[in-house]
């Protein structure tokens, strides 16, 4: 049975990471370390929780979702564990959404058994790397280069006219998330916008 290395889940999001009603992890681990990355705190690949991939599912699935978001962090770089968890949730009747800073083509050329395992289990998948100088507000992704990839038609389409941008600011304990895409300067803002009001948001080491 595989692990993964998480850095956090959400149990509930709607129309914010993928449409529908999601649960969502964030796994450790990143060496791209593209410029203005919202998620920094993840890139570190001994840093978060180990977790029994099984355990994993069904814990996100107790909810009655309609599907689960894998995003990190880079998921593919823990491919044995994320073919595991795709195929799960398939298995249970449940959508998979995945982002991933590779490009499929990337993906598909790898001889990493474990990633042609996991692209058989993933009905959208979000490529390519964040790029500071293409970022703007975009339906699910954070910059013009990125695709939404329809692998299957178990997730019916975005509609045109989506605006995109939706996030959510959630607190667990004393910590704050954003969950989401979040539009160039969001965080900048939301951070004044607290100093204003006697809070100040520091970062976690």
């Not at 962090?73 to 073919?83: I, R, V």
């Not at 038609?153 to 979040?182: F, H």
């Amino acid at each position: 049975m595989s692990k993964l290395q998480i850095y956090n889940i959400n149990l509930g999001v709607r129309d914010i990471l993928g449409p529908g009603y999601r649960a969502v992890a964030w796994l450790m681990g990143c060496g791209r370390g593209c410029e203005g990355c919202i998620s920094p705190e993840m890139w570190d690949y001994n840093g978060g929780d180990e977790v029994e991939v099984a355990e994993l599912a069904e814990f996100m699935l107790q909810n009655n979702v309609d599907g689960i978001t894998v995003s990190g962090g880079e998921p593919f770089d823990q491919s044995a564990g994320l073919a595991e968890l795709l195929k799960y949730v398939k298995d249970k009747g449940k959508n998979t959404w995945v982002f991933t800073g590779y490009t499929l083509d990337e993906l598909r050329k790898s001889d990493d058994e474990n990633i042609t395992r996991a692209l058989q289990h993933i009905d959208v998948l979000v490529d390519g790397e964040y790029k500071k100088d293409q970022a703007g507000i975009f339906p699910y992704r954070g910059s013009a280069n990125q695709n939404i990839i329809y692998l299957t038609d178990a997730i019916p389409p975005i509609p045109p006219d989506d605006p995109g941008g939706r996030i959510q600011v959630v607190m667990k304990g004393s910590e704050l998330m954003i969950v989401g895409v979040p539009p160039p300067g969001f965080v900048e803002k939301f951070r004044n916008s607290l100093q204003q009001n006697g809070v100040e948001l520091t970062e976690k080491e």
